[in-house]
């Protein structure tokens, strides 16, 4: 009988990632942190949400949504380890 994680030899790779973004992510302010996993649909239960959708969930505008997005993601460029990887899971640029 073979097993799952012979026939995904990089599985346990890629659920290290993910809890590494997710410590990562935990060490954000909570806006900073949500607008990343409901923009980029980081976690099972977070809906992809757009701008507008977000600015309506914390009361500010949707060109306040950019900023927040920007900063956070200056802070995942401190883990080399995963910025890399972050952008070619969650988004078309490499």
Same mark, same amino acid.
């Given at each position: ?40 649909? #980081? *976690? ?5 949400? $757009?701008? =507008? ?29 995963? #910025? *890399? ?5 969650? $988004?078309? =640029?490499?």
């Amino acid at each position: 009988m073979v097993e799952t994680n012979d026939m995904q030899p990089n599985a346990g790779l890629e659920a290290d990632k993910h809890e590494r973004l997710n410590v990562i992510l935990d060490q954000l302010s909570p806006r900073d942190e949500y607008v990343l996993r409901f923009k980029y649909w #980081i *976690g099972d239960k977070n809906p992809i949400r $757009t701008d =507008e959708e977000l600015a309506t969930m914390f009361q500010i505008s949707a060109t306040s949504i950019v900023p927040i997005e920007e900063r956070s993601l200056k802070q995942l460029k401190h883990y080399p380890e995963i #910025i *890399g990887w972050f952008y070619n899971v969650y $988004t078309n =640029e490499a």
